[in-house]
């Protein structure tokens, strides 16, 4: 079995990509290639990162981490592909593993595991509460497999480091070039998601199983400006909007749809409920709400 990963970028900070780049080339295998997919960046980077026979780049003009990942996934040679974040550095037996699990499980098609911090800076104390906004993630040393069940998984693989067939997503080829809803994910400096999400649900959806395998480890590196209160707000204001837009996509949503005149009513009661003005985490956790506010307007 032979192995593509995907690196979509935009705009990237070239030491994060270059130790992203340098994670792949130290695996323990050497059968794999490496797509870096430039979305639309607003300024030349190619002459700055890491050069290697088996990486190439290729441009995706259309704006959105999830339009980046399809074309990476339209150049990709290869059956198994992981995705990679361009701030991701992967422990180097990660492809070498990957593999290994879709050989011994042929009902998997999608796998995930452990997203580990790597801080530029001493985090603050408030942070630890928001590793899920920040694709942090340690779901314990248990390897968890899940079908779909009309409901979203517990265990679902995230984006940074998912590891599918390419076979188990026909289905959701499909419906992006079908002209179905599709979720943009991360466009530009919008901090929306689910695009991943997006992906699990209908491999899932397709007959497919999906699992988390804690031998499957990568480093997220966190830098300094993604600690700040300003952008976790933010974050979970625009993740919170889009969980909500994906969940309706696919009519799992447990909330009913809210009249878009009462959502700054709404906005104004949870300002109190949450108490924002004792301490940033209530703050961040408002703006939480008011995305899902947003999310429901009907």
Not at 205 to 229: C, D, N
Not at 266 to 289: E, P
Request: proline share 5%.
């Amino acid at each position: 079995m032979l192995i593509s990963v995907i690196i979509p970028t935009y705009n990237p900070n070239i030491p994060r990509l270059n130790s992203c780049i340098q994670g792949i080339i130290n695996q323990s295998i050497i059968n794999w290639e490496c797509i870096i997919v430039n979305n639309n960046s607003t300024k030349p980077f190619e002459s700055e990162i890491i050069k290697h026979t088996q990486i190439k780049i290729v441009k995706q003009p259309e704006q959105g981490l999830t339009f980046a990942r399809l074309k990476g996934i339209e150049e990709a040679k290869h059956n198994i592909i992981i995705m990679v974040d361009d701030d991701n550095i992967l422990d180097s037996h990660y492809l070498e593993n990957c593999l290994k699990i879709f050989e011994t499980h042929p009902k998997l098609g999608a796998i995930g595991g452990k997203s580990l911090p790597l801080f530029e800076k001493q985090p603050p104390a408030y942070l630890k509460e928001f590793y899920g906004l920040l694709a942090l993630r340690n779901m314990g040393d248990e390897i968890k497999i899940e079908s779909f069940e009309n409901k979203y998984p517990k265990y679902a693989p995230i984006g940074a480091g998912m590891a599918f067939r390419k076979t188990a997503i026909e289905k959701y080829i499909h419906k992006t070039t079908a002209g179905q809803f599709v979720i943009s994910d991360r466009k530009g400096n919008s901090l929306s998601s689910s695009g991943d999400n997006d992906m699990v649900l209908e491999i899932l959806k397709a007959g497919w199983q999906i699992g988390y395998f804690p031998q499957l480890s990568l480093q997220h590196i966190i830098p300094e400006s993604r600690m700040t209160v300003n952008y976790l707000s933010h974050l979970n204001f625009g993740i919170q909007k889009s969980w909500i837009q994906f969940l309706r996509s696919h009519n799992l949503s447990p909330w009913k749809t809210i009249s878009p005149l009462s959502v700054p009513f709404r906005k104004f009661k949870a300002w109190f409920s949450y108490k924002v003005w004792q301490n940033d985490i209530n703050y961040i956790k408002w703006k939480g709400a008011c995305g899902m506010f947003e999310g429901l307007e009907r």
